[in-house]
């Protein structure tokens, strides 16, 4: 339901329909990853954040797990292996997105933050220069 959302609403400001495929795919994985990962008993509540400054589209999920391991946080990169039927999530995002940012909330849960420069089509609602 988030990427549909997130992806209509850029379709519909006029974002390039490619790129606001990459945003809404990367999206998809991070949820996926809180749905994995960051579940407390049958649930995996969490937050998203997303707003268009200018070019940029950020976004941020927040959520209420036990948070990144600290080899996450100071950048050693987890490589699925070629069978493994998981473990790329973060790696999609990287290859989706500009800018990503691993962090822990200082109370609980992990923050994932990615940016996305965007393209605007010619007949975008939103008239960015």
């Known amino acids: 339901m988030a990427r549909r959302l997130l992806v209509g609403a850029m379709e519909t400001a006029g974002v390039d329909r490619e790129i606001a495929m990459e945003i809404g795919l ?7 990853n809180v749905v994995e990962h960051a579940r407390s008993g049958s649930r995996a509540e969490y937050q998203i954040r997303a707003g268009i400054t200018g070019n940029c589209c950020r976004v941020e999920i927040i959520d209420g797990g036990p948070g990144f391991p600290s080899d996450r946080l100071h950048g050693i990169t987890h490589v699925a292996g ?3 039927e998981n473990g790329r999530g973060l790696m999609l995002i990287r290859a989706m997105t500009d800018h ?3 962090s822990n909330h200082p ?3 992990a923050v994932l933050r990615f940016e996305k420069t965007l393209r605007w089509r010619k007949d975008a609602l939103v008239q960015v220069s």
């Open 26 to 32: 990367a999206l998809s994985e991070a949820c996926a």
């Open 100 to 102: 990503v940012q691993l």
């Open 82 to 84: 070629p069978a493994a």
């Open 107 to 109: 109370r609980r849960g």
